[in-house]
Nanobody, 127 residues
Framework: QVQVVESGGGMVQPGGSLRLSCTAS????????MSWFREVPGKKREGVAC?????????YSDSVKGRFTISRDNADERIVYLQMTNLKPEDTAMYYC???????????????????WGQGTQVTVSS
């Protein structure tokens, strides 16, 4: 069974940091890119970061560039992280981990390119 499961969400004050984790299973990891998306009620789901299987390539949305870092676990190919720093209230959202075919790498921040979605983890940035 192919699935991805997120963890690590929570509430944090503005300027704080949080790390999300995603564990994938049932995938041919070499054939997939891993992405993080976020969604706020009433708005479109936004791709924020993606990474190749090797971890050598990452892409970020302009809204998080310089503040968020996507990475892969060196010891466990199933795990992908999203390190979020200097968090702002506008980062409040449900965050989703996702997997999409590597053949669609150049659109890995587009929901249309995703094959597998996690259930999401809530991140709230508030004082």
């Amino acid at each position: 069974q192919v699935q991805v499961v997120e963890s690590g969400g929570g509430m944090v004050q503005p300027g704080g940091s949080l790390r999300l984790s995603c564990t994938a299973s049932g995938l041919d990891f070499g054939g997939y890119a891993m992405s993080w998306f976020r969604e706020v009620p009433g708005k479109k789901r936004e791709g924020v970061a993606c990474i190749t299987y090797t971890g050598r390539r990452q892409e970020y949305s302009d809204s998080v560039k310089g503040r968020f870092t996507i990475s892969r676990d060196n010891a466990d190919e199933r795990i992908v992280y999203l390190q979020m720093t200097n968090l702002k209230p506008e980062d409040t959202a449900m965050y989703y981990c996702a997997a999409g075919p590597i053949s669609r790498w150049y659109s890995s921040l587009s929901p249309a390119s995703i094959s597998v979605w996690g259930q999401g983890t809530q991140v709230t940035v508030s004082s």
